[in-house]
């Protein structure tokens, strides 16, 4: 009788830790992989020039969503808005301080402070590596202080916050390094916009937190907890910096020119800039601005350089990826390739982000997930980067912990072409509001220079080339409704008129 207790007792209780195992197993992983100031410039979204192997496998394994847009085109606001999965509703939310000046001050409340804040409460171990918010190593400091001591910028978000910052010292520092271990601050300034060195991939910092991201994972696979594994690679973020391998990929002069080599027709040129943050690269060979742009050649040598950096930060990707596969746990983890806004390469004679156009509000997203139904399929419907937040808690079955202003892509994952699907995304800067639909851009501006309006018909005009608001006033009046659902207040008119 006893050993027959015994043994059932045996029985119940290795069912019961197998059930405690299977759950475990489960509970999804998920690897974060943000990259700085990309945009579709990639094999899997139709160049055919450019190199990307890495991150097309994975969009061989999950869904693409061709048409994704950010909320802010500048890095701290993109995030904040990818952290909290909310639109910005003053105009704090557009700047790139706006986590150190909003979160990383307060105190712990019932509402997290971020979706991985939320993950780490349901039994999530998170490790950040790189940038995944403003701050290139997550700690709070200026360009050219010592971080020794600094506080973190997400302070409840992460169980580890990780950098390595090699021969430059600081991430700052890294952010802006050239190979030979100096950096645009140290240098006044006075450096060229990019830079190819014969290098192995570690002679730039973004080799470095490729083989961080390695050693982490080999410890994380060891874990009895499920992780979440932010990796923020800096590239194709200026300075234009890479190995010579990969610039010695292409050749410029094949590269071809932008589409939209002018401004708008119809556009005031208050809607664009005089791409500042380039120009702030001293040793640059041109001075790029709206009356003056910059010679063919140099563009493409830009483009050159562009590419050169997207190749670079694809081959980290890939090593990532490698070993996610080597340790087995590729199977069992969901990973999420996002690009924080676009990038203007001579579009509308702008070099830089920081325009509420196609051109910065465009960037890549990919998911690869169990859920996906149709691996290497596509999706055309309009999504945001809002949407992210409550995407990756339905994915890891952890419960929202209060509203956002996203909603949750698992439907797509699913049916990528789901009819039930609402395309609209909505998007704010320089004073303006823009809302894009299927077809159409709509821009309201609340400034004194006119045209206020902008409309873009992306069936006949896909690079905007051309302001048609004041031909088609009956669309702005039919979408005018909509834009104004997504208008947030943060905008006060300067001028007298609408």
């Not at 910052?165 to 450096?191: C, E, I, L």
């Not at 401004?263 to 791409?275: G, T």
């Amino acid at each position: 009788m006893i050993i027959k207790s015994i043994a059932a007792l045996t029985i119940l209780l290795l069912q019961v830790f197998t059930g405690v195992s299977q759950n475990r197993q489960l509970r999804p992983n998920v690897l974060f992989i943000a990259v700085d100031d990309l945009r579709p410039e990639l094999g899997i979204y139709g160049n055919k020039i450019i190199k990307t192997p890495n991150i097309d496998k994975i969009a061989a394994q999950g869904i693409t969503f061709r048409n994704h847009y950010v909320q802010v085109p500048t890095c701290g606001a993109s995030r904040r808005s990818l952290l909290t999965g909310m639109l910005p509703r003053n105009k704090t939310h557009l700047s790139n301080e706006v986590i150190r000046l909003q979160i990383s001050g307060e105190p712990e409340r019932e509402s997290p402070e971020t979706f991985i804040h939320q993950l780490k409460r349901n039994g999530y171990y998170t490790v950040g590596i790189g940038k995944i918010s403003h701050y290139p190593d997550g700690l709070i400091y200026g360009y050219t202080e010592d971080p020794h001591g600094a506080k973190r910028e997400l302070p409840y978000s992460w169980d580890e916050m990780l950098f390595d910052p090699g021969k430059w010292g600081t991430g700052w520092n890294a952010f802006f390094g050239y190979a030979d271990g100096t950096n645009r601050q140290s240098r006044q300034g006075k450096v060229k916009p990019y830079e190819n060195r014969p290098v192995n991939d570690e002679g730039y910092p973004d080799g470095l937190t490729a083989n961080l991201a390695v050693k982490k994972l080999k410890e994380l696979a060891g874990q009895e907890k499920p992780f979440f594994l932010g990796v923020g690679f800096f590239k194709p973020h200026l300075p234009f910096n890479a190995p010579k391998q990969y610039w010695d990929m292409y050749a410029a002069a094949q590269i071809p020119l932008t589409p939209s080599p002018g401004i708008p027709e119809k556009v005031n040129p208050a809607s664009l800039h005089q791409s500042s943050e380039f120009n702030s690269y001293l040793a640059g060979d041109e001075k790029p601005s709206l009356t003056d742009p910059v010679s063919d050649a140099y563009a493409r040598t830009l483009k050159q350089a562009y590419y050169a950096s997207v190749s670079y930060a694809d081959a980290q990707i890939g090593k990532v990826m490698a070993e996610l596969e080597r340790l087995g746990l590729a199977e069992n983890t969901i990973v999420v390739v996002w690009g924080d806004h676009g990038w203007h390469l001579g579009d509308h004679r702008v070099w830089g982000k920081h325009t509420i156009f196609e051109a910065a509000l465009r960037s890549p997203l990919i998911i690869k997930a169990p859920q996906v139904k149709q691996p290497g399929a596509a999706s055309n419907h309009i999504v945001s980067t809002i949407d992210l937040y409550p995407t990756i808690m339905e994915l890891c079955g952890v419960k929202m912990p209060h509203q956002t202003d996203g909603k949750s892509l698992v439907a797509l994952l699913k049916q990528p072409a789901n009819k039930k699907w609402e395309d609209k995304s909505y998007s704010y800067y320089n004073n303006g509001v823009s809302l894009r639909t299927q077809q159409y851009r709509l821009t309201r501006y609340y400034r004194p220079a006119e045209p206020t309006i902008e409309l873009y018909d992306h069936l006949q005009d896909p690079h905007e080339n051309k302001n048609i608001a004041q031909d088609k006033p009956e669309v702005v009046q039919r979408l005018m409704p909509l834009l104004e659902k997504g208008d947030t207040g943060i905008f006060k008119f300067t001028g007298n008129k609408e």
